[in-house]
């Protein structure tokens, strides 16, 4: 079983950058896909993107496709999407989450806490 801790929110400007991480324990984390997903008020917990276990390709939302990378490090147990140009929409509770790269969260195993973002002037 493996357990993941999110970390690196919190609240920027419009236009800012942020990078999450998101620490693996407990498991063989270099063997499972990985995906970050959002969760806003009153909406439901949507795909950001996902890596496979190399971090050789990686699969994003239209809505983010240029402004966020995924990318991760086996030898540090941890999975970062890294965030640019972000806008209030893109405030929401971000989560990691292990076990695939598609786009629906019944399709992975394992869950963060989250980790909340906050996009504000």
């Known amino acids: 079983q493996v357990q993941l801790a999110e970390s690196g929110g919190g609240l920027v400007r419009p236009g800012g950058i942020l990078r999450l991480s998101c620490e693996g324990s407990?498991?063989?984390?270099?063997?499972?896909?990985m995906g970050w997903f959002r969760q806003a008020p009153g909406r439901e917990r949507e795909f950001v993107a996902s890596?496979?276990?190399?971090?050789?390709?990686?699969y994003y939302a239209d809505s983010v496709k240029g402004h966020v990378t995924i990318s991760r490090d086996n030898n540090k147990n941890t999975v970062y999407l890294q965030m640019s140009r972000l806008e209030p929409e893109d405030t929401a509770v971000y989560y990691c989450?292990?076990?695939?790269?598609?786009?629906?969260?019944?399709?992975?195993?394992?869950w963060g806490q989250g980790t909340q973002v906050t996009v504000s002037s």
């Open positions: 407990g498991g063989t984390f270099s063997s499972y896909p």
């Open positions: 989450a292990a076990g695939s790269v598609g786009p629906r969260p019944s399709e992975y195993f394992y």
């Open positions: 890596i496979t276990w190399s971090g050789e390709n990686t």
